[in-house]
């Protein structure tokens, strides 16, 4: 198995290109399912993840044409031509599903284009146990019947759904996702309340919008959805990765480096910027996207909570919980939305981290210099911050298990090391 060996204590300088959105485009690529025609997505990343969908989406009917490998720098992506003539299977197999929890986003579409869906369940993970009953209730708001057997969700109506009004009790990501695919096919109106408010959620909107779509209050957390009998093909170009911008600002800002990001979406970065400028990071707007800078700061301990967007992000607070171990001072960083999310603790504490944990929050007493360890993570965001943790320590960093980084970090070596880091990749058999 590969891993990745970082040398630390370079200050990074240089650029640092950002990518599409992961998460954007895993929930683009399932409303292929909703038209006959052609769905093109441009500013693709190229990641594990994309292409467990374009897998999942094949089995499903949907023929694909890839274009455009991202060789110059990564800042253009790749695009992605999808046809579903006809749904060929409406069954999303567990193998596929336990592979990714977004799989579970093709539930919608397929029910509202097909009439039927038999999606694996997805199970827990390595972050909490994500149960899907959320997007299941919104479905049976808009008139689907549902069943749980043999693990698998089967989701049925007869004729079309039904425009209805869903409540959610707690802000979710993916149930709006599912909701809105399910809703924009619907025979009538739909309200959607306290529907999530994710950029990625937005992009999704305005996407099925340029497929014939009629959504409203994109952004807010009311969404009102005018059903239509049928959508059309559409041109779509996913929105930069957020989380990929902020974890190279915390890349530049925990090495005490120098470093711009091109490609950003800067009004999505509002609470990462806020966050790392209290901290003492410097960030400033540049032409083609943001500057970091702490090369000379002194970088303080700011306390953080996850929250909804535009609160922190939970998919950031593994990247600034390894920042806040390198600080002047103490921090207490506070999760909200997973109730397992700190499987990076132990591992940070191997590189000498002083960090308790109190129930969902965690105390992290900063310390001048970390230093380098064998490590593995066992999800995505905790293992890029054994990475990040891995560029600022005193020595030799291995991480171990990188497949999770591979699922959304597109080059990461080749970004960071452009940057002046000491990293490499190490093939299984080195
Ligand atoms: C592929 C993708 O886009 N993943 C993101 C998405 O995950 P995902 O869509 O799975 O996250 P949700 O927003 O749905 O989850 C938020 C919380 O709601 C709970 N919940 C959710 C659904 C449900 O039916 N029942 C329920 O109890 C979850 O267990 C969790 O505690 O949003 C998360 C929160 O920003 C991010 O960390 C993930 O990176
Ligand atoms: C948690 C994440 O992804 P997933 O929802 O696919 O597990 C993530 O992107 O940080």
Do not use: W
């Not at 986003?105 to 827990?124: F, I, K």
């Not at 032409?287 to 970091?292: E, I, Q, Y």
């Not at 970088?299 to 919980?321: C, K, N, S, W």
């Not at 999760?335 to 590189?351: A, D, G, S, W």
Request: charged share 20%.
């Amino acid at each position: 198995m590969d891993r990745i060996r970082i040398v630390g204590g370079v200050p990074l300088r240089g650029t640092i290109p950002i990518g599409g959105a992961k998460n954007a485009a895993l929930t683009l690529m399932p409303a292929a399912l909703l038209t006959d025609e052609t769905l093109t997505l441009s500013n693709l990343p190229h990641l594990a993840d994309i292409t467990t969908m374009a897998n999942l989406l094949a089995q499903h009917g949907v023929e694909m044409e890839m274009n455009g490998h991202a060789e110059n720098g990564g800042a253009t992506g790749r695009v992605l031509a999808m046809r579903c003539r006809e749904i060929t299977s409406s069954t999303a197999p567990y193998d596929l599903v336990r592979k990714m929890r977004a799989s579970v986003l093709v539930l919608g579409p397929l029910l509202a284009r097909h009439g039927e869906a038999r999606v694996s369940l997805p199970g827990g993970c390595a972050i909490g146990t994500r149960p899907v009953d959320l997007h299941l209730k919104a479905l049976e708001a808009l008139g689907a019947t549902i069943e749980l057997s043999e693990g698998y969700i089967t989701a049925r109506v007869a004729g079309r759904l039904k425009g209805g009004q869903i409540v959610f009790p707690q802000v979710t990501v993916g149930g709006t996702e599912n909701a809105l695919m399910a809703a924009v096919l619907a025979d009538g109106d739909t309200v959607i309340a306290n529907a999530a408010q994710e950029p990625e959620v937005c992009d999704l909107a305005h996407c099925l919008n340029a497929m014939g779509g009629r959504i409203e209050g994109i952004g807010t957390s009311t969404l009102r959805v005018r059903g239509v009998e049928r959508l059309h093909g559409a041109e779509y170009s996913v929105i930069p990765d957020r989380i990929e911008t902020g974890t190279y600002m915390v890349a530049a800002a925990i090495t005490r480096g120098d470093v711009e990001l091109t490609g950003v979406r800067t009004d999505i970065m509002t609470s990462v910027t806020k966050t790392l400028q209290e901290a003492g990071v410097e960030i400033e707007e540049t032409a083609k996207g943001l500057r970091v800078r702490a090369d000379g700061a002194d970088i303080r301990g700011v306390d953080v909570m996850t929250e909804p967007y535009p609160g922190f992000p939970t998919d950031m607070q593994a990247q600034f919980m390894a920042l806040m171990a390198t600080a002047n001072g103490a921090s207490m960083l506070t999760e909200t939305i997973f109730e397992n999310r700190f499987m990076h603790v132990p591992e940070l504490l191997r590189m000498g981290a002083r960090i308790t944990v109190h129930g969902a929050s965690a105390i992290v007493r900063g310390m001048p210099r970390l230093s380098g360890a064998p490590v593995m993570a066992t999800d995505l965001r905790a293992s890029v911050s054994m990475v990040l943790a891995g560029l600022a320590a005193e020595g030799e960093t291995i991480v171990n298990r990188i497949y999770h980084l591979d699922r959304g970090y597109e080059r990461l070596e080749q970004k960071l090391s452009a940057c002046g880091a000491h990293i490499e990749r190490l093939r299984g058999d080195r």
